[in-house]
Structure formats: C-alpha cells, structure tokens
C-alpha cells in the first residue's frame, strides 16, 4: 500500500508539472512576440529563427517528457529543456548586448530564460 507522504509527492510533482507546461508556454508566446519585433536584416532573420527555435523547443520539449513512456525518455527530453534554455538565454543576451531591444523590454524575459534554465538543471541533475 501506497503511503499518504508518497502520494502527497505524486500529486506535488503533478500540479508542478502542469505549472511548469503552463509557464513554458507562456515563455514561447513571449519569445515569439519578442522575436516578431526584432530587425528584417539579414543578421536579424538569423537571430528571429535562432531565438524562436529554441524557445519555443522549451515548452514542446517539456510537454513531451510529460508524457514519455520512460524515465530514460523523460531524462532525455529534461536534458533537451535544458540545452534549449541555455541557448536561448545566449540568443537573448546577444539581443541585449546588439540594443536590438532595450533593458526594459527584454529584461523580464532574460529572468524568465535563466529561471527556466535553473530548474532544468536542477531536474536533470536530480535524475542523474
């Protein structure tokens, strides 16, 4: 018989990870948003696809692991969340640093971006 602290656990782990499917999303539709008001040059156009790429990648990523068919296949796509929040952190900083959007604009979702990174590695350096 299952024991009241587990399932407690079970059902914790569960209402985090329907936040974290929420919040990831959220986070695409911002990197999205940010990504349509970057410049139409040809050096913008790479950064746009870089940037919507892997942020994006976050969120689909995360719902897939959700719903893997193994702890391996879940550790996997983890460490893919993981790699895409890294990236798109870089991406972001390189906007930043270019004046491509300024501080105020750009801020709340760089935070965003280093949160998400920080509890990808955090679940990924739980599971090894």
Known sequence: ?????????????????????????????????????????????????????????????????????????FGHKIIICEGEANETVYWLEIISEINWITGPKIRPILIEANELLAIFTSIASKLK
Do not use: C, H
């Open 1 to 73: 018989m299952l024991s009241a602290n587990f399932k407690i656990k079970v059902m914790e782990n569960k209402e985090f990870g329907k936040l974290l499917e929420v919040r990831t999303k959220r986070f695409a539709i911002a990197i999205i948003m940010l990504s349509a008001s970057l410049p139409n040059s040809s050096e913008g156009r790479v950064v746009k696809n870089q940037i919507t790429r892997s942020g994006t990648s976050i969120g689909a990523n995360y719902r897939e692991a959700n719903r893997s068919r193994s702890n391996a296949d």
